[in-house]
């Protein structure tokens, strides 16, 4: 009985002690690590990196990062995807893995850049952005990559959605210790390699939308997206205001110059005194400063529907 009761006591200790291991591997590898979403400046610049395209389950990119790493392990590696999983069928879903070579403005190394080009890798340029929807992950063991993947995607998503931004296509960059996640708010399409083309799938609406404007358009390699109707009402609004007001001007000077002549004919000894009828003056200066403050209300409208980057 003494030894069995021995044997039990060792089970659980044993089992308890696993149990403490787990736990702790999973905190080192970022489990309650503090997430924090926001917009900044990026973790790279304009770079130039070598990639491999791939169509497909995003699960299948490990595949590509661990060919990355053994050709270059001392690159930083990345990711970049272009679909979202939740309305993309699997097979459809668009995606890169590669390495990061170098600034833009310098030339990578020949011999790295022979490698992958050994191993079918092409090369394309990242642009600089000021600004990206941005967080890091601590990237300790292999567990850090399913976790962050796990507890990022969901606060990113909800991030964009609540304040309404067009911020895609979300990278993944690793460097040695942290991983950081970061999607554009410009120019996504420079982030687009040949392959993938520049069609954007945000959710299925907008791809039925998109797909039927490809079709309608089939020599038109982009398709034109909606743009905000919030700024498309108050431009014609404002245009609205600009062409009444041009013609109360044109009918107040055509008024006001019957009336002179009118006057003219009646009395031609009299002489031209402004005095003589101010209200019709004040009228025309009113009618004259909402004009303007019209023409500049357009073209600041014009100018703000120029500055938006539109899903």
């Known amino acids: 009985m003494a030894d069995i009761s021995i044997l039990l006591w060792g089970i659980f200790i044993l089992v308890l002690l696993f149990f403490i291991t787990i736990c702790g591997i999973l905190l080192y590898s970022g489990l309650f690590h503090s997430i924090v979403i926001g917009t900044g400046k990026p973790p790279i610049g304009a770079v130039t990196v070598a990639y491999k395209y791939a169509t497909g389950p995003y699960k299948y990119?490990?595949?590509?990062?661990?060919?990355?790493?053994?050709?270059?392990?001392?690159?930083?590696?990345?990711?970049?995807?272009?679909?979202?999983?939740?309305?993309?069928?699997?097979?459809?879903?668009?995606?890169?893995?590669?390495?990061?070579?170098?600034?833009?403005?310098?030339?990578?190394?020949?011999?790295?850049?022979?490698?992958?080009?050994?191993?079918?890798?092409?090369?394309?340029?990242?642009?600089?952005?000021?600004?990206?929807?941005?967080?890091?992950?601590?990237?300790?063991?292999?567990?850090?990559?399913?976790?962050?993947?796990?507890?990022?995607?969901?606060?990113?998503?909800?991030?964009?959605?609540?304040?309404?931004?067009?911020?895609?296509?979300?990278?993944?960059?690793?460097?040695a210790f942290t991983i950081h996640f970061m999607a554009p708010l410009a120019k996504q399409d420079e982030f687009f390699p040949p392959e993938a083309g520049l069609e954007y799938r945000p959710d299925a609406g907008l791809q039925d939308e998109l797909e039927e404007e490809s079709d309608d358009n089939s020599h038109q390699e982009i398709p034109k997206l909606r743009k905000s109707k919030r700024l498309e009402k108050k431009s014609s609004t404002a245009k609205k205001q600009v062409l009444t007001t041009h013609e109360d001007l044109q009918g107040t000077g055509k008024s006001a110059t019957d009336d002179a002549g009118h006057e003219s004919s009646s009395s031609q000894s009299s002489t031209f005194d402004p005095t003589l009828d101010p209200p019709m003056l004040i009228k025309h200066e009113a009618t004259l400063s909402s004009s303007q403050s019209s023409v500049s209300s357009f073209e600041e409208i014009k100018a703000e529907e120029a500055n938006v980057t539109e899903c």
């Open 61 to 175: 990119a490990g595949a590509m990062f661990n060919e990355v790493v053994s050709v270059a392990p001392e690159l930083k590696s990345f990711g970049c995807y272009y679909d979202n999983p939740k309305e993309v069928p699997e097979n459809k879903q668009r995606y890169i893995v590669g390495a990061i070579l170098c600034d833009a403005d310098s030339k990578p190394d020949p011999e790295v850049l022979k490698q992958f080009e050994k191993y079918d890798f092409r090369i394309m340029n990242f642009p600089a952005v000021t600004h990206v929807v941005l967080t890091t992950f601590p990237y300790t063991t292999m567990l850090s990559i399913f976790i962050s993947i796990y507890r990022v995607y969901p606060r990113l998503g909800s991030y964009i959605k609540e304040r309404s931004l067009c911020a895609y296509p979300f990278l993944e960059i690793y460097d």
